[in-house]
Every structure is written in structure tokens, then in C-alpha cells.
């Protein structure tokens, strides 16, 4: 049984930083990509960054240069560094394995985390 574990949310004052981590579990034979997604109350839920297994990132626009992602391919582990919090970052955050495969022999699917909440507020 495939899981993933989010860790690291909270309340955290307007300019400052906080760690999202995420550790995936279970048998794993390989994973696409790993990334973070978000979902603020009324809204659609969006891309935060991705990081490749073949080492690319993307990050959206609104995150670019105080957004970082990294990943452990050997852990499979996906961490997100965020610093200079804005109060528009609020929102629940949901790691992503993108097509994780369980054997060599299956097509891979994506798994989703419960998510993890970030509040920015003063």
C-alpha cells in the first residue's frame, strides 16, 4: 500500500518561512515527478512547483524566487522551502507523486497526500 506523509504546516507571521516535507511509502519501484500543490478556500487547487525525476523544476509564477523545492529520489522525498510568506499564500498544500509505479511492470499512477495547512497571518 502506496502513501504519502506530509509534514511541516502551521502559522507563520507575513514574511516569514516555513519547511514542507513529504516522504512517500510503501512499495515503490519508481516515481515521475514529485511536487506540491495548493488549494486556498473558494479556489481551484494549483501547481506550487515540481520537481522531475530527471532533476527539472517549474514553479508558478506567483512563488518564483521565494519558493524551492528538492527531492531525495533514493528516500523519495519531496521537501518545499518557502520563505517570504505572503498572507496569499494560505491554502492547504498537497504533495504529489506523479505515475509512481509499484512494479516495473505497471503504468504508474499519481497519489495524492491529505494535505498539510499554511496560514500566513499577522
Known amino acids: 500500500q502506496v502513501g504519502l506523509a506530509e509534514s511541516g504546516g502551521g502559522l507563520v507571521q507575513p514574511g516569514g518561512s516555513l519547511s514542507l516535507s513529504c516522504a512517500a511509502s510503501?512499495?515503490?519501484?519508481?516515481?515521475?515527478?514529485m511536487g506540491w500543490y495548493r488549494q486556498a478556500p473558494g479556489k481551484e487547487r494549483e501547481l506550487v512547483a515540481i520537481?522531475?525525476?530527471?532533476?527539472?523544476?517549474n514553479y508558478a509564477d506567483s512563488v518564483k524566487g521565494r519558493f524551492t523545492i528538492s527531492r531525495d529520489n533514493a528516500k523519495n522525498t519531496v521537501t518545499l522551502q518557502m520563505n517570504s510568506l505572503k498572507p496569499e499564500d494560505t491554502a492547504v498544500y498537497y504533495c504529489?507523486?506523479?505515475?509512481?509505479?509499484?512494479?516495473?511492470?505497471?503504468?504508474?499512477?499519481?497519489?495524492w497526500g491529505k494535505g498539510t495547512l499554511v496560514t500566513v497571518s499577522s
Open positions: 504529489n507523486a506523479k505515475r509512481l509505479k509499484t512494479t516495473i511492470l505497471n503504468t504508474g499512477r499519481d497519489y
Open positions: 510503501g512499495r515503490i519501484f519508481s516515481i515521475n515527478a
Open positions: 520537481f522531475t525525476s530527471g532533476g527539472s523544476t
